[in-house]
T-cell receptor, first 115, second 111 residues
Framework: NAGVMQNPRHLVRRRGQEARLRCSPM?????VYWYRQLPEEGLKFMVY????????ESGMPKERFSAEFPKEGPSILRIQQVVRGDSAAYFC?????????????FGPGTRLTVT | AQSVTQPDIHITVSEGASLELRCNYS??????LFWYVQSPGQGLQLLLK??????LVQGIKGFEAEFKRSQSSFNLRKPSVHWSDAAEYFC?????????FGQGTELSVKP
């Protein structure tokens, strides 16, 4: 059973470009979470999605960031007009469809570098 | 507000020595608590979790953790550390579908 898959593993963007990060959850998982890890910091929650629905986006910056989890295909975290401060590791996690089961399985992350 | 504090940013222990990593949480209800480990350049691997019941929980790789409600703590322990345990360790609390992480404790192991 494949784990959570993220691609690309490394992404380099110039300031002002767009970054698209992809996440395929574990088989049978319909809940996806995105976290950001800034250098020398712990992980910070960004957004929680189910298929075609955003459940909680309280951790998302108000501008330039968006996320989706379509009916078919991976979840996408999009960052428009990237700035140097967006450089970080972005982790996706997934869980089964049980409301009280917080056990989340993490992908290997996408390391974004903005030059 | 929910929060997790890991007081020790960096700990160094000798191989074969015992280990305890501290974690304190702030949460209004019965917490769902987790310990994850992250090796350099890698994602997070779940070591163990506490949902309810026995307050001493066993995890993978010989780790265990004890939930102490009176102290709002969930400390991670291992009786004998191996060089391969060198990594960063994160404590987390589950809150309405998301995880709130502590700042992490980096563990170094001396030969």
């Amino acid at each position: 059973n494949a784990g959570v898959m993220q691609n690309p593993r490394h992404l380099v963007r110039r300031r002002g470009q767009e970054a698209r990060l992809r996440c395929s959850p574990m088989k049978g998982h319909s809940h996806v979470y995105w976290y950001r890890q800034l250098p020398e910091e712990g992980l910070k929650f960004m957004v929680y999605l189910q298929k075609e629905n955003i459940i909680d986006e309280s951790g998302m910056p108000k501008e330039r960031f968006s996320a989706e989890f379509p009916k078919e295909g991976p979840s996408i975290l999009r960052i428009q007009q990237v700035v140097r401060g967006d450089s970080a590791a972005y982790f996706c996690a997934s869980s089964q469809e049980t409301g009280l089961n917080y056990e989340q399985y993490f992908g290997p992350g996408t390391r974004l570098t903005v030059t | 507000a929910q929060s997790v504090t890991q007081p020790d940013i960096h700990i160094t222990v000798s191989e074969g020595a015992s280990l305890e990593l501290r974690c304190n949480y702030s949460y209004g209800a019965t917490p769902y608590l987790f310990w994850y480990v992250q090796s350099p350049g890698q994602g997070l691997q779940l070591l163990l979790k506490y949902f309810s019941g026995d307050t001493l929980v066993q995890g993978i790789k010989g780790f265990e953790a004890e939930f102490k409600r009176s102290q709002s703590s969930f400390n991670l322990r291992k009786p004998s550390v191996h060089w391969s345990d060198a990594a960063e360790y994160f404590c987390a609390v589950g809150a309405r579908g998301k995880l709130i992480f502590g700042q992490g404790t980096e563990l170094s192991v001396k030969p």
